[in-house]
């Protein structure tokens, strides 16, 4: 094992991984340039949810979320942890007869999913629009405010934090801007799409989505986290822009209103933070087609963030197959909140920790095509 490390990312993913490492007793240091827990970490909605895009992707949120919750008995009240669950919402009995193999899926993995019909879905959220079919309830999920849980793990890594961006990675380390160079025996790249500056051969696209808070004060409440059923395809089914019905509460009694997506154009900034009105109108009118009321609300704030996408929509976890001591942690899309404790856990195994149950999955550089990926 190695005796130092540096971590490239302070988000949740890269504290996870200082954390993981410094308990296997690296001195470790975290290169962030901005605020601890920022970036994409701070941009997202802190859903833990389990997906099933593909068996890989089914381990390791499922692993994942055992993790948060081993994590939640320990986190403070300031990191909003709770159990909320998920309930995937079917428009109509089309969308509902599909949420069969997404249950069976779900069991497999160890997870508790409910089909729930009309008159149940109406129950437990009354605020949504007449006329669902229903939906799928998954208890299990979650939600986390991340940025306070990046500070947690980074504070028990007893890290040191170096601020300032890494400029390139040298044989032995990374090389700062203005040109100290920080060594170390490994260093992890887990600073999302900012990666790419590092490592250009990285196979990702910057992914830009959309969020609305709305004021406190509310009498639209929901209490668990809502997704319509048709987000998949909405959301990952091509390049095009495009939104889904997603809502959060919050412990405020504030609704969190998403989702959209959108690649960013060839060109772009990595982290463009430019807000899309037009997208922007088109996921709130998406989200008062199913939560009616919303239409009323003020909102808060409005923000947009940059997550790295890659070709299967499943992260880059582990060694650089050119650089000696390089390991990738990049590429989780929207589930690197959900997924950074499965993370830190896979790369574990990798620098020769505890067989991890996720050792079945290529989750490497190297993995050649999606197909090989999910038919693992």
Known sequence: ???????????????????????????????????????????????????????????????SLELWQDLARTLPAAAEY????????????EELAGVTPKQAAYHAAGREAELIGAAELARLEP????????????????????????????ERAGADLVRGRAEALVPGGVRLEGGRVLKADLTVVANGIQATGLLPELPLRGRRGQLVITERGSDVGVS??????GYLKSAHGSDEDSVAFNV?????????????????QPGSPPTSGDLDWPLLRRMLTRAAEYLPEVA????????????????????IIGPHP??????????????GITTALGTAEV??????????????????????????????
């Open 82 to 93: 709770r159990q909320c669950g998920t309930l995937w919402v079917a428009s109509d009995e």
């Open 248 to 264: 959060q509460p919050r412990p405020t009694g504030q609704l969190l209103i998403g989702s959209s997506r959108q690649f960013l």
């Open 296 to 315: 009323r609300l003020n909102a808060l704030r409005v923000w947009t963030g940059t997550r790295a996408a890659s070709p299967d929509h499943l992260p």
């Open 127 to 154: 605020h949504l629009r007449s006329g669902l079919a229903g939906g799928l309830r998954v208890p299990g999920d979650g939600v986390v405010y991340a940025p306070v849980g990046a500070k947690v793990l980074l």
């Open 1 to 63: 094992m190695a005796e130092t490390a540096v971590v490239i990312g302070g988000g949740l993913v890269g504290a996870a991984c200082a954390e993981m490492l410094a308990r296997r007793g690296c001195r470790v240091t975290v290169v962030e340039a901005g605020v601890v827990g920022g970036g994409a970490t701070a941009a997202g909605m802190g859903h833990l949810v389990v997906m099933d895009d593909s068996p890989a992707q089914l381990a390791l949120t499922s692993r």
């Open 347 to 376: 790369l574990a195994s990798q620098l020769g920790g505890a067989a991890s149950v996720l050792g079945g999955y290529d989750f490497g550089l190297t993995r050649r095509s999606l197909k090989e990926v999910t038919h693992a």
């Open 322 to 335: 050119e650089r000696e001591g390089v390991y990738l942690a990049v590429g989780h899309e929207g589930l």
């Open 224 to 229: 668990h986290q809502l997704v319509e059923l």
